[in-house]
């Protein structure tokens, strides 16, 4: 088996649903992507409503990956995290 170029496994995705949600390949497309690479995403232009926005970013996915809610924030959270370098210490 051929192994990924480092740009593809570094590379991570969000899907916003106000974007992608009303897409019948969102989903099979986040199982290809895998909750390892995929971070909370909103495209609202107004930022009252991102956390509810986010809410249902998380519910979305949750329901996708058949995982609990507090598990979509642990690895979306984890994935953040090593994105921008930080330690879960930090």
């Known amino acids: ?25 969102t989903e099979n497309v ?5 909750i390892g690479r995929l971070v909370l995403e909103s495209d609202l232009e107004d930022f009252n409503g991102v ?3 986010l ?15 507090d598990e979509v924030l642990r690895r979306t959270n984890a994935n953040a995290r090593y994105i921008y370098g930080f330690s879960h210490d930090n």
């Open 1 to 25: 088996e051929k192994s990924m170029p480092s740009y593809v496994t570094e590379t991570f995705y969000g899907f916003a649903p106000v974007v992608n949600f009303r897409s019948p390949k």
């Open 51 to 53: 956390r509810s926005d």
């Open 30 to 34: 986040m199982h290809k992507v895998g």
């Open 55 to 69: 809410k249902t970013s998380v519910e979305f996915i949750a329901r996708v990956f058949e995982i609990e809610e």
